[in-house]
């Protein structure tokens, strides 16, 4: 929780907010692909990408 917090510092600090919406996206992809690994779901998720 602790890097959430320093991240969200660091993107305020910098005024990249920007990049918030990137990072979220390419966090719920990666938490996808991970979930959907051994699953019987898998093949439909990869035909989307």
Known sequence: ???IK???TF???KK???LA???LVMLI???LLILAQGSVVA???YTLF
Do not use: Q, Y
């Open 29 to 31: 992809l990666g938490g």
């Open 16 to 18: 990249k907010l920007w």
């Open 43 to 45: 093949p439909f998720i």
């Open 21 to 23: 919406p990137i990072i």
């Open 11 to 13: 993107l305020k600090a």
């Open 6 to 8: 320093e991240l969200w």
């Open 1 to 3: 929780m602790d890097l």
